[in-house]
Nanobody, 125 residues
Framework: QVQPVESGGGLVQPGGSLRLSCAASDGSFASYAVAWFRQGLGKEREFVASIRLSGGNTYYASSVKGRFSISRDRSYSAISLQMNNLEPEDTAVYYC??????????????????WGQGTQVTVSS
């Protein structure tokens, strides 16, 4: 079992940047895929980005492609989400999730079974 722990949220102005981190509190993510999901106030939780630790394949939601970048560290124990050119619509609680999805389910919420507590990202002037 791997428990993900998020950090790095906060308040940023439109057009600004933030970097979120997800650390494996009980080992490493080596044999898993890790994803970021987000949930805005009154909205459904939605996929943002994911990475398969072995191989490093990445996947993005169309709404963040070109602005967000997901990456892994060399020890496979931490994942980062670099968020650039942030928009007010990016305001949400961001969750890190861990699982073993197949390629066709890398964007599916149901494919991930270990979830962090979430970190708030607020984009506002």
């Amino acid at each position: 079992q791997v428990q993900p722990v998020e950090s790095g949220g906060g308040l940023v102005q439109p057009g600004g940047s933030l970097r979120l981190s997800c650390a494996a509190s009980d080992g490493s993510f080596a044999s898993y895929a890790v994803a970021w999901f987000r949930q805005g106030l009154g909205k459904e939780r939605e996929f943002v980005a994911s990475i398969r630790l072995s191989g490093g394949n990445t996947y993005y939601a169309s709404s963040v492609k070109g602005r967000f970048s997901i990456s892994r560290d060399r020890s496979y124990s931490a994942i980062s989400l670099q968020m650039n050119n942030l928009e007010p619509e990016d305001t949400a609680v961001y969750y890190c999730a861990v699982g073993r999805p197949i390629t066709s389910t890398m964007r599916s919420r149901s494919a991930y079974y270990y979830w962090g507590q979430g970190t708030q990202v607020t984009v506002s002037s």
